[in-house]
Each structure stands twice: as structure tokens, then as C-alpha cells.
T-cell receptor
């Protein structure tokens, strides 16, 4: 079955510390992978996406993610977290095939402590 | 560009009432989607459309209906509202099936 797992429901990181949010997927076709961020009361904003090529992708707001096919993972990282990064983060998987839509993980809530 | 516009932002319905959630996009995107978001559950796909006149069910379609008469609009209809439909509803669009989505700001619906 196609699925996305975000093992961490809630993570707290000190401001200035590094961040890694985990994402594992199960998908039959060659996956397209995405990370989205949602601030409270807002819609989802695309952080970055991976289709093919270089397995380390750069996104907005200083985020990056690494695709590891052998581990079926697409973890999100940031070297130094800012208080404004506190939000909910969603990993999603899909394919460029008619009749498909993104499958989302349940999300990881990031809190940033001072 | 306005992107994806959803109306209303908030709504309270009584059990058994009906309503339509509006979604419009001005990016000439072929693909449009409706998701519902419940706390701790992520986003679940309700319906999607790959173009005007074409719609298909997602993971949780029961109690909902959609239509896609134009490229721009993709309304979601709730018939006979039930408390289980209390949720935040997001509309999204993309140019192709493999593109990242552009999301609307959501409609928070409460059924009492």
C-alpha cells in the first residue's frame, strides 16, 4: 500500500540548533517527494520537491532534504532553526501519472525554544 | 495572481443542512483537489479533477460531491451535513499531476 510515515509527532528544538525531520514512504512507482509547511490557521506552503537527479535538494527558507532510495526516506534538514520556523511540517509522495494525487503524512509539529 | 481562493473561511452548519465550499484558481491549472484535515491525521483526499468535466473519488468521498464545469472552479458540495464532517477543508491545484500543489487558505467547518 502507498503510504507516508512521519515518525515524530512533535519535536522541540532550541533556536540556533540544527533540525532533522524524518519521512519514510512506501510507493510502487518512482516517487515524487515533497515537503510542505503549515503555520497556524494557514494553508500549506511548498518548501521543496524531489523528482529526479541530485538527491540533495534545496528549498526555501534555508531548508534542504535528501532522498535515500535504499532507505525509502526523504528527511528534511535545516542547519540553524529560527523561532519563525515553528509550524507543522508535512511530507508527501506522488507521481506524475494521471489519476494520482499526493499522499500526505500525518505531520510533525515543530516547536522552537529560546 | 490570487492563486487558489476558498470561500467561506469559516462556517457553522446544523446537522442535516447542506452547503457548497467554493474554490477558484487563476493559474490555469489542469488539476484540482479537495482535502480535509483533521488533527493528527494529516490530509485526506476527498475528490480530485484532472480537467474540466472530469472528476474522481479520493480516499474519503462519502457525504460529498463535486463538479468541474470550468478550469477555474471546483466547488465541493456537502449534502446532509453530519458531525463527522467537522474539519478544515483545503482546495489545491497543480499544472500537472507531478507538480507541487498550490493550496488555498482553507475553510473551517463545524457541524453541530
Amino acid at each position: 500500500a502507498q503510504s507516508v510515515t512521519q515518525p515524530d509527532i512533535h519535536i522541540t528544538v532550541s533556536e540556533g540548533a540544527s533540525l532533522e525531520l524524518r519521512c519514510n514512504y512506501s510507493y510502487g512507482a518512482t516517487p515524487y517527494l515533497f515537503w510542505y509547511v503549515q503555520s497556524p490557521g494557514q494553508g500549506l506552503q511548498l518548501l521543496l520537491k524531489y523528482f529526479s537527479g541530485d538527491t540533495l535538494v534545496q528549498g526555501i527558507k534555508g531548508f534542504e532534504a535528501e532522498f535515500k532510495r535504499s532507505q525509502s526516506s526523504f528527511n528534511l534538514r535545516k542547519p540553524s532553526v529560527h523561532w519563525s520556523d515553528a509550524a507543522e511540517y508535512f511530507c508527501a509522495v506522488g507521481a506524475d501519472q494521471a489519476g494520482t494525487a499526493l499522499i500526505f503524512g500525518k505531520g510533525t509539529t515543530l516547536s522552537v525554544s529560546s | 495572481n490570487a492563486g487558489v481562493t476558498q470561500t467561506p473561511k469559516f462556517r457553522i452548519l446544523k446537522i442535516g443542512q447542506s452547503m457548497t465550499l467554493q474554490c477558484a484558481q487563476d493559474m490555469n491549472h489542469n488539476y484540482m483537489y479537495w482535502y480535509r484535515q483533521d488533527p493528527g491525521m494529516g490530509l485526506k483526499l476527498i475528490y480530485y479533477s484532472v480537467g474540466a468535466g472530469i472528476t474522481d473519488k479520493g480516499e474519503v468521498p462519502n457525504g460529498y460531491n463535486v463538479s468541474r464545469s470550468t478550469t477555474e472552479d471546483f466547488p465541493l458540495r456537502l449534502e446532509l451535513a453530519a458531525p463527522s464532517q467537522t474539519s478544515v477543508y483545503f482546495c489545491a491545484s497543480s499544472y500537472t499531476g507531478g507538480d507541487g500543489y498550490t493550496f488555498g487558505s482553507g475553510t473551517r467547518l463545524t457541524v453541530v
